[in-house]
Structures are given as structure tokens and as C-alpha cells.
């Protein structure tokens, strides 16, 4: 079975082609350049960058693989969560190629497929129950899974997604868009215990993150106790130092976090997903971890936004989930985990 993938949820443009479980093709249109100089993604940019680049790449894969059009079984789209105008560019594709070639479409949940991308690996199998931690720029969620698309969550970001903050951070230390991968760098010439960063424990929900406080912290670090300095730029040292001692304080808090859960739910496995894992350091970290051997990323090229985990948790859903009219399915901005229950730990 051929299936055709479908990313634009935020401001990748992804078009993935599978043929089985076997990757093919995973092509992803980056506008980094674009939103580099806003320090974030402009959303009308971002909506008109997946108009410009999704029918060229598809083409551009259909030429790759040698495939045609009317080879394609299935055509998978992520509905959300993300921006509506970049989600509706994805989604109207996806309805107008099932309409135009009398195909299934099978709609994915963005947040799902980060997880999912674990499963695509070869390495290590993934096995049930397990608990899953998505780190993006949009989005930060412990979840605890008994299978693909059946979660419960156990707790999210209060505020900032983890990825964002990095990017924030990133901007206060003047560094380009996007700024995790920046940072990182940085970090590696810096001392993390120079600066006594620490997120904020959440009252009453100890699997929750907040991470804007923590955010605040390294503004006044920069600029002064009151934050007067707008223009400061910290000398490269300090860069080095904040950026190792606030990227040190959020793997802290996410490793601390994991060896909780793992502790409470005894997963089987501990499966990671979303722009943030393309992070060296928190590979390694988590490398020497007591419950390392249950911990699954995926490749690092399909830990950031791709097409790739579309086209494979759409396959995956498509054999055992009935959509209905898929024609009348709208995009969701906002979607819920399925199945949350409040947790008492
Ligand atoms: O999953 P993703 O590609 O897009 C969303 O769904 O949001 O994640 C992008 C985020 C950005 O905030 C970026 O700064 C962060 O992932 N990121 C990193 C690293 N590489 C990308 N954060 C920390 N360390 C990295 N090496
Ligand atoms: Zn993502």
C-alpha cells in the first residue's frame, strides 16, 4: 500500500511517500528564513509558504520514487493542533487529491505523530504501556499510553512549550531563529552551574511544566532586576553561561519528571517525540538515565516536523479506525488528547 503523507501544521512544509512501513520519500520545505527575522512564525507567512511549496513537492517526490499519482492508496493529512490558515492549506490538498482520484483520506493528529515517529525506528520495538513526552515549539505532554491514539495525560506546559522558551531564551541572548539548536551550541562552551536556574514547580500537578518563569529569570539576568537595559547584549561568556545553566535546568526538570512517572506507571517503554529531541544533549542525558534502556527517539530526521510520521500513524490508524465522510472532517486548531482522565498522583 502507498501512502502519501501531508504536513503543514505550523511552518514546515512536509510530503512524505510509504510504501508499507518502508520510507520512500520525506521531504521537508523549511521557511526558517523566512520567520527568522520576526524571532518566531508569522502566521499569514507561514499559510502562504505551504501554498507555495506543497504541489511542488509533491511533484518532487512522485518524481523520486518514480511513483504516479494514481499509485497513491491512501492520502494522510495532520488535521492540527497548529496554526488554522497552514493547517487548511495541508487539509485542502489532502480533500482535493481524495476527491480528484477517488482515494481514502485518514486525518492525524500532529502531537500523535511526533510518538508515533518512535515507532518508526529500528532499533528498539515499542511496547505497550508506555509513557510518551512530546517537546516542540508548540506543544510539552507526559502522556501515558496503552496504545497508539489511547492516552491519558498525566501533564502539560502551564505556559510556554519547551521549544519555545528555548527560542525566547535564544532571542534575549540575540540569537537567531530557531533557537534550540543555538543554544545547544553555546551551552557546549558554557558552565551550567553558574547561573541557579530552576522551573517552576506547579502546585497540585506534579507532572506539569511552566516554563515562563524561568524565561523572566534569564530576561533579568540580561537586562538588569528591573529589565531597564532593553539593548543589552551579554558578552559571549555570559551567552555561554546562561545558555548551558537554562538548558541544563529544563532537561533536569524533564529527566526528574520522567524517572517519576517511570517509577509510578512502570511503562514497558519511554517514547519521546517533537523538534526538541533532535537535541545531542538530551539524548545523551537521558543516555544515562536508571530506565535508559526503555527510552525510544526517533531518527533524528523525523524528530523535527515531517511528513514522514503522518503518512506512518495515518497507515496505522487507516487499518483500524473508520472515518466516516472523510470530505466533511474539519482541521482542529485545538485537539484534545482522547481519553484524558485527571490523574490523583
Ligand atoms: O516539532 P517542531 O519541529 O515544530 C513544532 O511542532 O513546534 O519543533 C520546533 C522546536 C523549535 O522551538 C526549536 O527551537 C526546537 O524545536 N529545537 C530544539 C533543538 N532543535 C530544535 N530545542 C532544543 N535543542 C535543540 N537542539
Ligand atoms: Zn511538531
Redesign the pocket.
Known amino acids: 500500500m502507498i501512502t502519501l503523507g501531508i504536513e503543514s501544521?505550523?511552518d514546515?512544509t512536509g510530503i512524505a511517500l510509504l510504501q508499507g512501513d518502508k520510507l520512500l520519500c520525506n521531504l521537508v520545505a523549511s521557511q526558517i528564513e523566512i520567520h527568522r527575522p520576526f524571532g518566531g512564525v508569522f502566521p499569514e507567512l507561514a499559510s502562504r509558504g505551504h501554498a507555495h511549496h506543497l504541489l511542488p513537492l509533491l511533484d518532487q517526490a512522485l518524481k523520486t520514487t518514480g511513483l504516479l499519482l494514481e499509485e497513491i492508496d491512501l492520502i494522510t493529512v495532520a488535521y492540527g493542533p497548529g496554526l488554522m490558515g497552514s493547517i487548511l492549506m495541508g487539509v485542502t490538498c489532502a480533500k482535493t487529491l481524495a476527491l480528484a482520484l477517488q482515494k481514502p483520506i485518514q486525518f492525524v493528529n500532529?502531537i500523535e505523530a511526533?510518538l508515533f515517529a518512535c515507532a518508526m525506528q529500528t532499533e528498539k520495538p515499542v511496547m505497550f504501556p508506555a509513557l510518551g513526552l512530546v517537546v516542540?515549539?508548540?506543544?510539552t505532554s507526559l502522556v501515558f499510553m496503552e496504545d497508539f491514539s489511547s492516552y491519558t495525560l498525566l501533564g502539560e506546559t502551564q505556559d510556554d512549550?519547551?521549544?519555545?522558551a528555548?527560542?525566547k531564551v535564544a532571542k534575549l541572548l540575540h540569537l537567531p531563529y530557531?533557537?534550540?539548536?543555538e543554544?545547544?551550541k553555546l551551552a557546549r562552551l558554557g558552565d551550567p552551574s553558574v547561573y541557579p536556574f530552576r522551573p517552576a514547580v506547579v502546585k497540585g500537578k506534579p507532572f506539569a511544566f511552566s516554563f515562563s518563569g524561568l524565561k523572566t529569570k534569564v530576561l533579568y539576568t540580561v537586562r538588569g532586576e528591573k529589565g531597564e537595559n532593553k539593548e543589552r547584549e551579554p558578552s559571549i561568556e555570559e551567552k555561554q553561561n546562561i545558555a548551558a545553566s537554562f538548558q541544563s535546568a529544563v532537561f533536569l526538570d524533564l529527566c526528574q519528571k520522567l524517572e517519576k512517572a517511570h517509577a509510578i506507571w512502570s511503562p514497558k517503554s519511554i517514547l519521546l517525540g517533537?523538534?526538541?529531541t533532535?537535541?545531542?544533549?538530551?539524548r545523551s542525558l537521558l543516555e544515562h538515565a536508571s530506565f535508559a534502556e526503555k527510552v525510544i527517539f526517533p531518527d533524528k530526521d523525523l524528530s523535527?516536523?515531517n511528513a514522514a510520521m503522518i503518512a506512518g500513524l495515518g497507515a496505522w490508524k487507516h487499518q483500524r479506525v473508520k472515518e466516516g465522510d472523510a470530505l466533511t472532517v474539519k482541521p482542529k486548531p485545538r485537539i484534545p488528547w482522547k481519553k484524558c482522565k485527571s490523574i490523583t498522583h
Not at 136 to 139: A, E, L, R, V
Not at 161 to 164: P, S, T, V, Y
Not at 178 to 181: E, F, Q, R
Not at 278 to 282: A, G, M, N, R
Request: glycine content about 22%; charged content about 15%.
Open positions: 501544521t505550523c514546515d500532529h511526533h516542540s515549539g508548540g506543544h512549550a519547551l521549544g519555545e528555548f527560542d530557531p533557537g534550540g539548536p543554544i545547544e517533537g523538534g526538541v533532535h537535541s545531542q544533549t538530551l523535527q516536523d
